[in-house]
C-alpha cells in the first residue's frame, strides 16, 4: 500500500502531464509505471526525479545501457527496493540481458554481500594501494 494518496487524475495538473508526455516520448511507450504516477503526488519532485533518470538513465553516457541496468539491480538489492529489482530487471531483460548474465550479476551481488560485512565486521584498515589520498 502507498504511503501517499495517488492522485486520481494526475494528468489534470500540466506540470505532471509534460512529465508524463516526456517519459512516454523518451521510453516510445504509452506506459507510465506507478513510480512516476506516486511522485505524481509532488509535481517538484517527479520533475526532478525524472530529469535525473533521463540524464543518467535515458541518455547516452559513458556507460552502456544495459550495464547502467544491471548496476541498477545491484543498488536495488542492496538497498531492498523490491518495486526497483523487478521494474530495472525488466528492463535489463529488454535490452538483452540473459538469463546467465543475471545468474552472475546476484552471484556477484551475494560475493560483494559477503565480503563487504566480512570487511566491516574485520574493521580492516584500508590498504595505501587502494587510498587515492594517501
Known amino acids: ?43 517538484a519532485l517527479l520533475e526532478q526525479t525524472w530529469a535525473d533518470v533521463k540524464r543518467l538513465m535515458a541518455a547516452p553516457t559513458l556507460l552502456d545501457p544495459l550495464t547502467k541496468e544491471m548496476v541498477y539491480i545491484a543498488v536495488s538489492i542492496a538497498n531492498a527496493c523490491s518495486y526497483c529489482v523487478h521494474s530495472h530487471t525488466a528492463a535489463a531483460r529488454a535490452k538483452g540481458m540473459t538469463d546467465a548474465q543475471h545468474a552472475e550479476l546476484l552471484a556477484i551481488v551475494a560475493l560483494a554481500a559477503k565480503t563487504n560485512h566480512l570487511a566491516n565486521g574485520l574493521q580492516l584498515p584500508v590498504d595505501a594501494a587502494f587510498d587515492r589520498g594517501a
Request: proline residues 9%; negative net charge; aromatic residues 10%.
Open 1 to 43: 500500500m502507498s504511503t501517499v494518496t495517488l492522485p486520481a487524475d494526475p494528468e489534470a495538473d500540466p506540470r505532471v502531464r509534460a512529465v508524463f508526455d516526456d517519459i512516454r516520448a523518451t521510453r516510445k511507450t504509452d506506459y507510465v509505471n506507478n513510480l512516476w504516477r506516486a511522485l505524481a503526488f509532488d509535481p
